[in-house]
C-alpha cells in the first residue's frame, strides 16, 4: 500500500484468518503487528510510519529467493542441479540431487523432498531451507547424512504459483496437491513433472523416505499420519515413530498435535502407497503460520524457529534411518550386537519402537547387554522408552530418556547392561550420541 504515512488505516482483508500478520517498510524487514492492531482475525487497525507499506500473513519467502538459493547450492561440492520439468508457463522445476560422491551409492538411504505445492505457505519453504543448509553444511552431522544418504530435493514444486501470488493453486487454478490420480489429460505439467522424476529414481529401488512440506493455519506443528486401516498397524507405527522422534527434539512439536487421516491416491503419499507400499514412509509435514502448541502465550513463530525446526526434524529423519553412524550411534535392542536374558521379544506393532522388535522382561532382574565397537570420545548415552501408537500419549514415552555420560578412552568393544525393575519392563535401542567441543 502507498499513502499511508500517518494515516489510521483499517483493513479487512476477507477470506483471510490471519493473526497478528507481518509489515514492512522496504519489503524485506518484516515484523508481526502488534496484538492491539489485529484484535480479530484478517483485520489491521494501524497508524503506518512511513508512505509505503508491504503486508504479508508470514514473512514472504519469493521465487526471487528460491532462484538465489538454487544458485548458491548449486555451486557446491557433492550438488548435482537438474531441470526436471517446466511448470504450466515454462518456468524450471528443480531438483538438487546431493550426497557423498566418494562413496558408493550402495546401500545408502534415499530421502526425497519437496516442498511449496500451496505458494502462500511460505513457513514450510524458511523450514526446508534451513533443512538444506545443514544437509549442505560442514557440520560432522551433515558429512555423516551425506555419507549415507541421497538427498532429492524440490523446493519450489509449483513456480508458477509462488509467481503469481496465488494461494493454493498453479497458474490454471487448479490445487496439485491433489492432481495425482486424476487421467492424464487432466493432470497439471507440475505433477508429470514430480511423477516422471520419481519413476526415475525409484526404478531400481523405492525411496526410504518422502517428506511433503506445508503449511497450516492451525496454530501448532503436524504431521498427517495415515491410519492402519488405511494402510497397516506396521506403517503406522514407522510413521509414528518419525512423529516421536521430531517431537523428542522440539519444544513446539507435542503428541497432541499429530494429526491422521486415511490415505488417498489423490495424494503424493497414496501415489507412492500404491506403488511400494510399506517400503516407502511418505508424509506431509506441516508448520504454522502464528505460535506453537495452540499457546498465543508462548513462542511465536519466525524464520529462526524454523531453522531449530529444521535442524530437529533432520536429527528425526537420521535417528529413523540410522543415518549418522560415527556422531549418533544406535544399537537396536533386537540386532545382534544385544544378548539377553528373561526377556520375550515383542512384535506388537501398537507400540513405537525400533525396528521390528522390542523386548518386554520376563520377570525383575531380566538382563540385557549392548555390545558394540565405539570409537574413542565422550557421549551422552540415552534409552527408548516404549509407548503407544495413539493419537496422544503421555510426554514421558515414546522419547529418548539419558542415562549415563560416557567417556570412551580408545577405540574398541563398549559394553553397556540393563536390569529390569520389574516384570513388563520394555526396552529397545540405545543411543550414543558423541559431544563436540
Avoid at 523432498?113 to 552431522?141: C, K, N, Q, V, Y
Avoid at 524457529?305 to 535417528?319: E, F, R
Amino acid at each position: 500500500m502507498e499513502g499511508v504515512k500517518g494515516k489510521q488505516i483499517f483493513l479487512n482483508i476477507k477470506n483471510s484468518e490471519a493473526i497478528r500478520p507481518v509489515y514492512s517498510y522496504d519489503g524485506v524487514n518484516f515484523q508481526r503487528f502488534e496484538t492491539v492492531e489485529n484484535i480479530y482475525k484478517g483485520t489491521v487497525n494501524k497508524i503506518f510510519e512511513r508512505d509505503t507499506v508491504y503486508i504479508s500473513h508470514f514473512i514472504p519467502y519469493p521465487y526471487s529467493r528460491h532462484e538465489a538459493k538454487l544458485k548458491e547450492w548449486k555451486s557446491l561440492a557433492g550438488v548435482k542441479h537438474e531441470v526436471i520439468g517446466h511448470s504450466t508457463l515454462g518456468l524450471p522445476i528443480e531438483m538438487l540431487t546431493v550426497t557423498d560422491n566418494s562413496v558408493s551409492d550402495v546401500g545408502k538411504k534415499r530421502v526425497w523432498i519437496h516442498g511449496r505445492s500451496h505458494p502462500s505457505e511460505t513457513p514450510a519453504s524458511w523450514h526446508l531451507e534451513a533443512m538444506i543448509e545443514e544437509i549442505l553444511s560442514d557440520s560432522p552431522f551433515a558429512k555423516e547424512l551425506r555419507r549415507n544418504t541421497i538427498f532429492y530435493l524440490v523446493p519450489f514444486i509449483n513456480p508458477d504459483g509462488v509467481k503469481g501470488g496465488y494461494s493454493r493453486s498453479s497458474s490454471t487454478g487448479v490445487n496439485i496437491e491433489i492432481n495425482w490420480d486424476r487421467p492424464d489429460s487432466l493432470t497439471m505439467p507440475e505433477v508429470k513433472t514430480l511423477k516422471a522424476a520419481l519413476e526415475r529414481v525409484t526404478k531400481d529401488k523405492p525411496l526410504d523416505l518422502l517428506l511433503n512440506m506445508h503449511s497450516q493455519i492451525s496454530s501448532s506443528v503436524t504431521y498427517w499420519i495415515h491410519t492402519a486401516e488405511s494402510t497397516t498397524s506396521e506403517f503406522l507405527k514407522e510413521q509414528q515413530l518419525l512423529s516421536a522422534l521430531t517431537i523428542n527434539y522440539t519444544p513446539f512439536y507435542r503428541p497432541q498435535d499429530q494429526s491422521f487421516s486415511a490415505i488417498a491416491p489423490r495424494y503424493v503419499e497414496g501415489w507412492i502407497w500404491d506403488r511400494f507400499g510399506e517400503k516407502t514412509l511418505a508424509i506431509t509435514f506441516e508448520t504454522p503460520y502464528t505460535y506453537y502448541n495452540q499457546d498465543k502465550d508462548g513462542p511465536w513463530v519466525s524464520v529462526d524457529n524454523l531453522a531449530q525446526l529444521g535442524y530437529s526434524t533432520l536429527l528425526a529423519v537420521s535417528d529413523l534411518l540410522d543415518l549418522d553412524k560415527e556422531n549418533r550411534i544406535i544399537a537396536d535392542a533386537d540386532d545382534n550386537r544385544v544378548s539377553k536374558r528373561n526377556w520375550e521379544v515383542s512384535y506388537d506393532p501398537s507400540s513405537i519402537f525400533f525396528g521390528d522388535t522390542f523386548l518386554v522382561s520376563k520377570k525383575e532382574g531380566s538382563s540385557l547387554k549392548y555390545k558394540l565397537n565405539l570409537k574413542k570420545g565422550v557421549y551422552t548415552l540415552y534409552c527408548w522408552k516404549v509407548g503407544p501408537t495413539a493419537e496422544s500419549y503421555p510426554a514421558e514415552t515414546n522419547r529418548w530418556v539419558k542415562r549415563a555420560k560416557v567417556i570412551q578412552r580408545r577405540d574398541g568393544n563398549f559394553t553397556y547392561r540393563i536390569k529390569s525393575t520389574n516384570p513388563g519392563e520394555k526396552a529397545d535401542a540405545i543411543l550414543l550420541v558423541k559431544e563436540f567441543e
